[in-house]
T-cell receptor, first 112, second 111 residues
């Protein structure tokens, strides 16, 4: 069991470039999440998918889009990266829309 | 990684001491309160949770206390070890909504 995997681990983008962060889980979980983590800000929810086929906005969705490709995979897309999107991005999953979430190792994104 | 710890409240303890990490929450309607641990360079990891109708729950070397009167949550770690060094986040959840995380506390354990 790999748990939650994320690619890439590190990425540097120029302002205006686009990219997709990939996330996959092998625990047969229904719910998946994308968070960003900034110094002193804790974890803030960007988007989530309560079940396959559904996605909803979280606290900070602006500038992002998501796709729940299937039960295993949930991707996060930045269409036009901005320096304010420099952050560490975490994907997580849970059996239901629940309190015990399993996190991936994170993607450290820098936008210059 | 290391940048997570910038500007965070920090608790420094000696190995073997008991640690108490505190958290104030805001939503009196939350059903569950949860503690997560985040080691440097890793994603957060679930430690323990407590339902809102309880005031104490014990796990392995950890105890969570809930005081709803003052909206306060604490995590007690017994016999703290260097491996407990991490950032600890409290979180809350109401019904079928999503988790709301606090800003975190860094625990530093010196041998």
């Amino acid at each position: 069991n790999a748990g939650v995997t994320q690619t890439p681990k590190f990425q540097v983008l120029k302002t205006g470039q686009s990219m997709t962060l990939q996330c996959a889980q092998d625990m047969n979980h229904n719910s998946m999440y994308w968070y960003r983590q900034d110094p002193g800000m804790g974890l803030r929810l960007i988007y989530y998918s309560a079940s396959e086929g559904t996605t909803d906005k979280g606290e900070v969705p602006n500038g992002y889009n998501v796709s729940r490709l299937n039960k295993r995979e949930f991707s996060l897309r930045l269409e036009s990266a901005a320096p304010s999107q420099t952050s560490v991005y975490f994907c997580a999953s849970s059996a239901d829309r629940g309190r015990e979430q399993y996190f991936g190792p994170g993607t450290r994104l820098t936008v210059t | 990684g290391e940048s997570v710890g910038l500007h965070l409240p920090t608790l420094s303890v000696q190995e073997g001491d008991n640690s108490i990490i505190n958290c104030a929450y805001s939503n009196s309607a939350s059903d569950y309160f949860i503690w997560y641990k985040q080691e440097s360079g890793k994603g957060p990891q679930f430690i323990i949770d407590i339902r809102s109708n309880m005031d104490k729950r014990q796990g392995q070397r950890v105890t969570v206390l809930l005081n709803k009167t003052v909206k306060h949550l604490s995590l007690q770690i017994a016999a703290t070890q260097p491996g407990d060094s991490a950032v600890y986040f409290c979180a809350e959840i109401e019904g079928y909504s999503t988790l709301t995380f606090g800003k975190g506390t860094m625990l530093l354990v010196s041998p």
